[in-house]
């Protein structure tokens, strides 16, 4: 295809209007899994059978998610799918088997951002009566194209002379970076052949394709909370352990960690505070932060020092700190010899007017926890980039895909995992 | 009286159950004009009569006003005094003029804070029916007892054969420090040669009266907004001009100012926070603080020391900072002259057991302002303090007064305003 | 006498051209030795006989205190004195005993400052040749007035029908608050009913007797030295463990040791260095510093926190740091009872035209050892000073004392042991 | 040749023997000028003609530039050529014009560093008896072996048919970043086509030449002087404006200045101090530190926060601060076409063994200045490495050259300069 067909911008249009973040992806889930069953799978595993359920990071309390799972129920999601997600256990995973050959691997990302949708007249979405009905919700980094890029992939697949075993991984909780690490330790990558992994944009225009994208930042968040004594400030200030100067001294000191000859390193504190009113001296304080790197290694660099920053600076002031990680993902690289397919077929796709080796991301994504697993297990993995002319920037609230732009996408990836199960590269 | 009457007793229940925070005190004003109507008084000033309306700290924005203004006309307020403290122009003067004699002033402040009040059964106004009808606010200080003790005194000297003209100020917004300065700079403190201002508990117990309380330690609570620019904090961290960072360095060196040879100081960085995400550099951040000191003189200079730490912590992350005084208070001293007089007369008042010549309150209060202006005009202050025991400390929810120690203040407070016109110490 | 006799002032003027800071006293103390043999004493405790020898601070190295003993033997001290107070045991105690009456104790400090002498022709030492003959170094503080009234009161002592023991403390090392715990603990002060101490000046004119010295700040004097790793700071910023990180850490949060509603605190970072090169991430550095409060609570208060401090800055940047303490002196209080008789003997003292009751140090002083362990054993101490017109501030290079005024010193001293021994209040 | 001669080794033992630091090459460079008038040249700029004389940074100061002029002469320097390079003018320019041809420069650097070299009899400068006799100094990164390779490099083009012109740079104050921007500057460099400079080592072994280097971080040295005022930290602590809590505010925000995703950024702190004594609020602080970046602007990104940061910290705590740069180069490319021939030659001299195209440096060098003066008159620049098994590394005591090494270099330079003349690439 080349334009999009209607069902999949219909299929597309509805996750755009269901926003959902991290493990509230219910009624994404239940539409996705509504799909697949009319299809002709081998398996299909949902929500906790199709995830690691030890050492979730991230998830919301129990309100929370009770909350986005009523307002699923609420939108039509299929009650008795939304049951086996129940406790925020999103995401799934279809297979098919066709014969002898490799097992092949797709990884697309279904969840969305807390960001509020522009109202502009202007802005597709509003434009066409598709605009986000979560407020303060919004698909703003195309995962609602993404899940509609694995279904279409894997219906050409199906409708393909393909031999061999299709996986496709619809992953949950990609903003956060709280999903990949539960789906990798599924054990559903282990015998992943070779693996897929798909990006909208990033700033390429409709018609490229990059065909290998690297440069991911390991990444990990953490949430260090400290825990002083409070103490009239006035009266008697000596009795406080100030839980506002540990934090402040955390601060100035993370971001102080020494640069690494080996590659770029990150740092930030990006959401603090700490107190309760003027007069009484802290009792409590938080930094929400992250640090990252250009491998795992300086990654762990870089978490190492802040870990023990955040912890001497709470001795510091007399202060307890809990430090819990609340997403993470390691760096990656896209194999040479399946982004070369990929440029091949790219190459003589309908739609496609430039083709890019390889670029970087210079973010973090947690695919790379997936393509990690499978590269560890032997195989090979690559992030395919495919352009489109978005308005607005990534997690801006004018954010939007060409939806014909999904049918390149769905046209490319289908096609080099035809290519692939071919050639085993 | 030794005591309270009845009367008395419902209108400080009537008070407790409607506790009202800073300029948000609709209902009581209206309460306590409504009481002072039936008084025979020479004049009654309410609301922006009562104050000066200009630099009023600490105001809140008006969707809240309106709100509290809302819930005082449910409650019953008379909606014609409501009328004219509209914008949040809180408190009132009663002034009678007795024939020859000076002008003596009555202090008493009628705001509450905001504290959930404990819904313990031995907790006497649950006990006895009149807790908080404000969920999240309370009178943990007893100004439902003061604003008694005003109308209680008022009645006694009215009741005498006092020569002179006495003058009773209900001040709006005291536990802020944001209204003393208003109601002295009003003009009617100008004529003023005695004045008392009066607190209960301190940890002084039933039966105690101290004549002269001392040890203010002046005050300036400020809020210090930050503001630099986003970034993404992976992608572009240089673009970022980061307001978190400014602060934690201004909170370093805030607690850090140098301490003084002449008295203690003292510096708080109470509530603060900043941010938006893990990963964005964050744009904004803020500080609620203090700054206090033994004389005023010693929190002027931590004042100074603070807003231009504050300055430079901006300047030094390229930031911008936006310093406010919300609330303020200078130190004073009670008048020997006047603290004897009361020491006479609670050394023949029924219910007192102890007189103790004077204590320190170690706190911050902003009588102060109006004891000033009177010394400042020639005059003689003083602050008594009128012995309860209170089960909780002050600004807790088990906080309580025995009310027939309101009696007992206003038999010692009335009999000193006799005292002092007829012998103008 | 009301003059001072020549003999004294020669010998104050011998030591004043003969200063010698702590532990290197080797001239001062065989000076003052040479004149003590020459007095009918009961007993002579020279160097570690008048000292706890067990811990002693800021001891210099040993060349150091070789090059000083080398200095005084070749100004011409007695050699087997000087072998005496090898290792840098400098002072000396004397005592005498007359019949039957209580043991009362007079100390007096004798070490000098690292300050160079003014040269300026008006400077009294450099008008009348009596100048500092070790360059750099010079008698800064009176302790050569302090050492003359030692010996002045002695002798007027051994000049009267007093009747008890006397026992002179000519204690070494005060200016580093480093002697006054040896002698302290060297078992001499056990017996010790009445202690007096003195001091000149202090801004007090000539003519002027504070009669009991109060509020001497308890301190105590620490070095910390961190040490981390170097590394390239342009090729390996990594591989260093930043000893200047560490300890700009440690300086920001030691100001900012909350203030105690107890009493005045002090706190400072008096010399900082560290690092090697512009380019070389700095491996050690140290902070030499101070910690003191109006009571030894209140220093042992800062030390507990400073330690934390520094302990966990170093941690913070992966250091090790080493805190040694320095210096150390208690607080203390005047006897009343002792600071009455003190005022009664200056009432008719020749030379005495004020005399004040009590006054503050507001600084520190290891005499407070002494008096320490006096009170403690149940004796009762006094610390006096003696006013004199000191043309510069004290530890300025143009401090001096007006001569005569040692005698009025020796005078009241003398009086008050001798009317101590006759009364034993 | 292929051994090195023995003149240009006894040359490069003399200059071993006396190490010269920064603008103090009064030896070095009279021995260079004596050799060079013995050749045929053109032209020969010394000292002061050889610079720019605006701006100079880092100049010692008089006594310090008058007793290594005085060590030079006493070392038998040519009297008259030391009075030339009065002031510390050190460096010179040989220039040689035959016949029509490009002009071509070389620049060498010839300062050595404050390192204490070795006396291991292993060490080749102590078993062959020419170690440094500049006790604390040492030419520990081969320099000698530079200017060396210069004059040697010189007599091969004069031996030769070369038709053009060639200036060999003789740079003094390499270590310090301080010399090759007056070299730069001095007008000298508007004319040439082409440049060459050279080092030995950076951990190329013997036989290896890297025929373009780049990765040069362009840095700036700086020295920030804070000033306040002292105060007694115990008697009056706010009278102080303590340039040490300056200092270290300063210190805390330098290190996080935030990364910058254009490239790699340095910053260090890597000598600091402050204060005068334990009991003194300090009133001077300083800090020596450097700031790079892979690029020019990096650094210049890098040094204007660090300019804000030490401006405000000097504010936020009421001091003043002068910030004065001490050494500054930029970052540089060799231009490929350059490096093509150094590969051409290099690959068939005898001695060389491994021929490497490019390889970063990591570091700084003012080499960069002149490379980019010349690129910027639109000629091209190459900074070539020639390997010697160095057995310290460099900076440190035991760093030596492979004499031999010296010939190969001079070999690949001068067939390098002749090649470009014929070819003007």
Known sequence: MHTLDDAYREFRRDLHRHPEPTW????????IVEELRERDLTDLY????????????????????????????EAGADPGIVDRLSGGYTGCIAVVERGDGPVIGLRVDIDALPIRESEDADHVPVAEGFRSEREGYMHACGHDAHATMGLGALDAVLDSDFAGTLKVFFQPGEEQVAGGKQMAE??????VDYLFAVHVGLDHPSGEIVCGI??????????????????????????GRNAVQAMAAAIQNLYAIPRHADGPTRVNAGLVGGGTATNIVPEESFI???????????????SEHADRILESAAEMHDCEVDVATKGEAPSATSDAALSAIV??????????????????LGGSEDATFLMQTVQDGGGLACYVGVGTDHPGGHHTNTFDVVEDD????????????????ETRP
Chains 1, 2, 3, 4 share one sequence.
């Open 46 to 73: 949902v929500g906790p059978d199709a995830l690691s359920t030890e050492d979730r990071m991230n998830v919301p309390d129990e309100a929370e998610i009770a909350a986005w799972e009523e307002r699923a129920r």
């Open 214 to 239: 690297d440069g991911f930042l390991a990444v990990r968040h953490f949430l260090a909370e400290f825990e002083g004594a409070p103490a009239h400030a006035g009266a008697r200030p000596e009795e």
């Open 288 to 302: 929400e932060g992250e640090v990252r790197g250009a491998t795992t290694e300086l990654a762990e660099y870089m």
């Open 406 to 421: 999904i049918a390149v996408g769905v046209d490319v990836l289908a096609g080099a995992i035809h290519r692939v199960a």
């Open 186 to 191: 599924s054990g559903h990558l282990d015998d």
């Open 24 to 31: 509230r992806e219910f009624y994404t889930t239940a539409r």
């Open 343 to 360: 440029g091949e077929i790219a190459g003589s796709t309908d739609g496609v007017t430039n083709v890019v080796e390889s670029a970087d």
